[in-house]
Each structure stands twice: as structure tokens, then as C-alpha cells.
């Protein structure tokens, strides 16, 4: 068939993908992507140097048809520090257009190839040394659709999974600098969906309302790792299985691979936050690699209940437990200020689960941290507690518990930061608790 007209391309940033195309012939499609290296946020107080298709990671979505003549302008920012250019896993011919695009800062490329096959394909700076390109932000989706069309869906969203290897670990703050060391080793201290830890939750959730069918174009940057990618409480009514034709039913968690893709259709029938991750699960609660679907509408409660219950459980014995390593590397904090301000953090990964956003605890389960007097009578139990966990009959605030608590595992100024927060919230005392404080008290 042969291709009549020319259009420019509409092209998106993440969450966001183009419109469906309507056309019902093949055409001429004009791409310009432009490559520049940009500083942004990858998490709170965590500065990168990215290197981008079009200023965001992932890169900017594009939408064609099988047979579209696609005709593409590489341009490369005059700022930019390095040359770039783009190998589109959708072309047929050498180097996927890497052999065409090279492209020096300040300058354009141009090339053209035909999409011949359609599905769901990854592109990304092939320029040497390739891995660093990809590992600093390189890469994006490009949707070759059918002629025939892909079944119509109420809503459609882009995710890009990807990771980052850091000099400093998890959350070490300010700018950091890539490690060839780590990314050789293949351990990232960040996973992440769209670029940055949060980039898809709370406020920048995706959305959608109960009753919808939703699609969403999951591509995985890499420029390592392999994502089992998964939504918690969901399960995938079609997967276009590695972002090509088969379409494979109700599957729970699906392979993505590095450099390539899946497209997962859901019918939502129940509101509520749908929590996305890659099920290597501590890449989700540890690295980043977690997103949110929020979705409004009426309960059906024949599907899902919700809670029906909640008795006390009490099962005897029990030890303390060990766990280790949940928190960032220490952060040395310079006065009482910074003490509160990163011990709330502290809280909120270590002690929130059970004690609560508001201190408050759980009634029969978890003391109160809030005015709880076992808290303000005595630093060095508080310490003790922190420190080596608890296990045993305490009274706090006239009411019994004898539960346990884990030692977490925290350090010393990890330790004192987080009392010191404690201590300065909820109508407590405002006691200051130091590392040497800490370090005082017997392990
Ligand atoms: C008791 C602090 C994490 C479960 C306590 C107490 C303190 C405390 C000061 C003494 C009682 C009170 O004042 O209310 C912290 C801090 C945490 C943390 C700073 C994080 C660094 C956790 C976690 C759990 C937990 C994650 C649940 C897995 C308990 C329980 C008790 C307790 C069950 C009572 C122990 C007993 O009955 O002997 N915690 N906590 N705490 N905490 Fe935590
Ligand atoms: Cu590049």
C-alpha cells in the first residue's frame, strides 16, 4: 500500500501517550526528538545528571502505524557535553539507526526508516560507552500500532522502568555522580518507574474510575536488570507478552526484559490505590521501583469486601527478631533541627508501620508513642527499646502490652535522630538524644 501524506508526530512525556491513531493509511510521520543532559531530582534531596531524550527519563513516547514511513530528526542540544544518538528497537536495518544518528552537540541527523512490524519497542542511545548512555537516562517507547488497530481501552498510560547506579547509597543526598563500579556489578541503588523514586505515586499517581479498562505500555529502560512487573491487587486481563502480538489472559506478574516491553490491559471493577512495583520486591519497598493506580468509583463489595473484622490475636511465646539494614546510610546530623528533621524520615521507614503516623499505636498491639510516659520518664529505656527491640510486659500510659519489637538495626545517630524526632512530636517532652547517648547503653 502506498504511503499518502505527512504528518508531524505528536509526542508525550510519561505518564502521557499519544492518541490512538485513526488513520487507516500508511504515511509519511516527521519525528524530532532532541537529546539534552539535564540536572533533576531522582529522589527527596537526590540530585542526577541525566541524559535525556527530550529533557524528561523516560523519553518521550511515539506513536506510529505499521507501514508508516517514519521520518526522523535527531537533534543534539548545544549544550549538550556529549554526542548521542538513537537505535529504535523498531527499525529494520543497521544498528536500529545508531549507524545514522550520531550526532555532535548542536547539530541534527536525519534518517528515515519504514515501521514494518508492529508491537511496543524501546529505543535508546546507542553510543559508546553504551551501557553509560542507557544507565544516565537514555531511552523511551516507540508504538508501532497494527494496521487493523489494538482493542479500544477507556485509558492508556506510559511506564519505564529503569535504574540508577549512584556513588552513594540509597537517599545519600545532594548530587551524585554515576558508578561505573556498581553498574559493572550490576547492583543500583535506585529502580525506579519514569526516572525518579515517587515520580507515579501520591499526587502523581496515574488514575482512572471503577468500570474502566486501562492499558498500560511498560517498557524497561534497564540498563540491567530484568522487571517482574506486577500491580498489587490487580490481575492483567491481557498481556501483549513482551510487547508483540500473542496476547496471553489473566496473568499476574510479567517479564519484562531489559531493552524490551509488555502491554497489560485491566478492567478495574474496585476503587481504591493499586500499588505497581517490580515483585523483585525489595527493589520496590527499598529502591524506588513503586508506583500508584488510584482509582475513584462506587465499592462493589461482592467483589471485594473490604475489612470485616479486626479481633486481638495474641499467639504465645515469640522472640526478638533481627532486621537488619533497613535504613539509608547514616546521615550526621549538625544540630537539634536536623536531628527532627531526618529522624522523621527514620520514622516513617522503621516505626510508622506499627506505631503509627500520629504516634498514636494500636490499641491491644503497638504502645503509643504519642504522650506515652514509659517514653517520657526515661531516655535510656526509650534507647533500650530502640536499640536491642522489646519483649516482655510493659505499662504504658496505664494500659499493658507484651508484644515484640524488632531491633531494626538502626545506628547510633540513626538512633538518636529518630528519638529526638519522637521526643519533639505528639506533646512529648522534648528531649534531645544524642549518639553518644545511644552508644552509652549496653547492646
Ligand atoms: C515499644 C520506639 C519500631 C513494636 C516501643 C517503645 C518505644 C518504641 C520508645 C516503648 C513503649 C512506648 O513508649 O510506647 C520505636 C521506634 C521505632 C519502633 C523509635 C523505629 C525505629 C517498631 C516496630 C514495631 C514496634 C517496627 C513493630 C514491628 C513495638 C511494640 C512495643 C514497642 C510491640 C511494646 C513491646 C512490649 O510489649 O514489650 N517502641 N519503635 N516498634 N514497639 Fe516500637
Ligand atoms: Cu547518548
Same mark, same amino acid.
Not at 515483585?279 to 521501583?289: Q, T, V
Given at each position: 500500500?502506498?504511503?499518502?501524506? @505527512?504528518?508531524?508526530?505528536?509526542l508525550?512525556?510519561?505518564?502521557n ?11 509519511k ?10 540536572v ?13 531524550f527530550?529533557?524528561?527519563?523516560p !523519553? ?6 505499521e ?6 530528526h ?19 536495518g543497521?544498528?536500529g ?5 550520531f ?14 512490524n508492529?508491537?511496543?519497542y ?22 508501532? @500500532? ?5 482493542? =479500544? ?10 535504574e ?36 507515579? =505515586? ?13 492499558? #498500560? ?10 522487571s ?15 510487547? !508483540? ?27 481504591g ?16 521501583? #513503586?508506583g500508584?493506580?488510584?482509582?475513584? !468509583? ?6 471485594y ?21 533497613? =535504613? ?38 503497638f504502645?503509643? #508513642? ?37 531491633? #531494626? !538495626? ?23 538524644v ?10
Open positions: 500500500p502506498a504511503i499518502q501524506g @505527512e504528518e508531524e508526530a505528536v508525550t512525556y510519561a505518564p501517550v499519544p492518541p490512538a491513531i485513526t488513520r487507516k493509511h500508511a504515511t510521520v516527521i519525528v524530532r526528538l532532541e537529546t539534552n543532559e539535564v533533576k531530582k531522582l529522589a527527596d534531596d537526590v540530585e542526577y545528571t541525566f541524559w535525556t527530550g529533557g524528561e527519563v !523519553g518521550k513516547f511515539i506513536r506510529v502505524r507501514g508508516d514511513l517514519v521520518e526522523f535527531l537533534s543534539n542540544h548545544p549544550d549538550s557535553k556529549m554526542p548521542h544518538n538513537i537505535d529504535l528497537h523498531a527499525v529494520t543497521p544498528g539507526g545508531a549507524t545514522s544518528s550526532t555532535v552537540p548542536g547539530h541534527t541527523s536525519t534518517f528515515s526508516f519504514q515501521a514494518l508492529p508491537g511496543l524501546v529505543y535508546h542511545c546507542a553510543t559508546a560507552p553504551v551501557g553509560m548512555h542507557i544507565a544516565n537516562g537514555m531511552y523511551g517507547l516507540i508504538l508501532v @500500532e497494527p494496521v487493523e488497530g489494538l482493542p =479500544a481501552v477507556d485509558r492508556e498510560y506510559y511506564v519505564m522502568q529503569s540508577f547506579y549512584t556513588q552513594g547509597e540509597y537517599g545519600a543526598p545532594g548530587l551524585q555522580p554515576f558508578s561505573m563500579d556498581k553498574a559493572l556489578s550490576e547492583t543500583p541503588d535506585y529502580v525506579v518507574f519514569n526516572g525518579s523514586v515517587g515520580a507515579m =505515586a501520591e499526587d502523581k499517581a496515574i488514575t482512572a474510575n471503577t468500570g474502566e479498562t486501562v492499558r #498500560l505500555y511498560v517498557g524497561n529502560g534497564g540498563p540491567n536488570l530484568v517482574s512487573f506486577h500491580v498489587i491487587g490487580e490481575i492483567f486481563d491481557n498481556v501483549f507478552t513482551e510487547g !508483540g502480538t500473542a496476547i496471553n489472559h489473566n496473568v499476574q506478574t510479567t517479564l519484562v526484559p531489559a531493552g524490551g516491553s509488555a502491554i497489560v490491559d485491566m478492567k478495574l471493577e474496585v476503587p490505590t493499586f500499588i505497581i512495583v517490580d515483585h523483585s520486591i525489595f527493589r520496590a519497598f527499598n529502591k524506588g521501583a #513503586l500508584m493506580l488510584k482509582v475513584k !468509583g462506587e465499592e462493589n463489595l461482592l467483589v469486601s473490604g475489612k470485616q473484622s479486626d479481633a486481638v490475636y495474641l499467639p504465645e511465646g515469640g522472640a526478638i527478631q533481627q532486621v537488619g539494614g533497613l =535504613a539509608p546510610g547514616p546521615r550526621i546530623a549538625q544540630n537539634t533541627e536536623e536531628r527532627i528533621h531526618f529522624g522523621e524520615r527514620i520514622y516513617k521507614q522503621n516505626c510508622l508501620a506499627c506505631h503509627q503516623e500520629a504516634g498514636q499505636g494500636v490499641e491491644n498491639a504502645p503509643p #508513642l504519642a504522650q506515652s510516659d514509659y517514653l517520657n520518664a526515661s531516655i535510656r529505656k526509650s534507647i533500650e527499646a530502640v536499640k536491642n527491640g522489646l519483649t516482655g510486659k510493659i505499662k504504658v500510659n496505664g494500659k499493658t502490652y507484651n508484644g515484640v519489637m524488632p531491633a #531494626l !538495626g538502626l545506628s547510633n545517630e540513626d538512633i538518636a535522630n529518630v528519638l529526638t524526632y519522637i521526643y519533639h512530636s505528639w506533646g512529648n517532652n522534648k528531649s534531645v544524642k549518639p553518644s547517648d545511644v552508644a552509652a547503653v549496653k547492646k
